[in-house]
């Protein structure tokens, strides 16, 4: 099965186990199914998307060039040892970055504020355009504190 997922993290471990001396390795990783990040009402009565977690192939760490990112990642489905299916990501691949970014009331109101312009200006309503003030620009760097820019 193939399907879309933001990546949000991903780390690898190396971990021995002390009884046999075994090496396991693999990366730890979060990701959401819900890649629009879209607000959600879930039929549980929860709100918002809960960030899927697995371990990946410790191979696959250097398919990850960036995170967030948006990715097209190739699952398998097997049986947990409690019975129950597993999905697991098997490959992975970089389709673009994705920045996280907070709306706020500064940016709504502006956002309102043009598009009362827009429609004065078009109904002929000089007097309330002229009361109206440049809408304010949002910071150019994202919420996240990246630049986009690499």
């Keep these: ?3 879309q997922i933001i990546l949000l993290y991903a780390g690898q471990y190396q971990i021995t186990d002390e009884s046999t001396g075994e090496i396991k390795q693999g990366v730890t990783c979060s990701y959401y ?3 629009d990040l879209r ?3 879930n039929k549980n009565g929860s709100k918002g998307t809960r960030p899927a977690k697995g371990s990946i192939d410790f191979g696959l760490m250097k ?3 960036s995170a967030p990112a948006l990715y097209n990642a ?3 489905m097997s049986i947990g040892s409690d019975g129950k299916p597993v999905l697991k990501i098997v490959d992975l691949d970089y389709v673009s ?3 996280i970014g907070v709306v706020s009331a500064v940016a709504d109101k502006a956002a309102e504020a043009s598009a009362e312009a ?5 109904s ?3 007097a309330e355009a002229s009361e109206m003030t440049a809408p304010v620009e949002a910071s150019e760097k994202p919420a996240s504190g990246r630049s986009g820019k690499k």
């Design 118 to 122: 827009s429609e004065n200006a078009v």
């Design 63 to 65: 398919k990850i060039k």
């Design 124 to 126: 002929g309503t000089p």
């Design 33 to 35: 199914f819900n890649t």
């Design 74 to 76: 190739k699952f398998e």
């Design 1 to 3: 099965m193939e399907m």
């Design 39 to 41: 607000a959600e009402d």
């Design 97 to 99: 970055d994705v920045f």
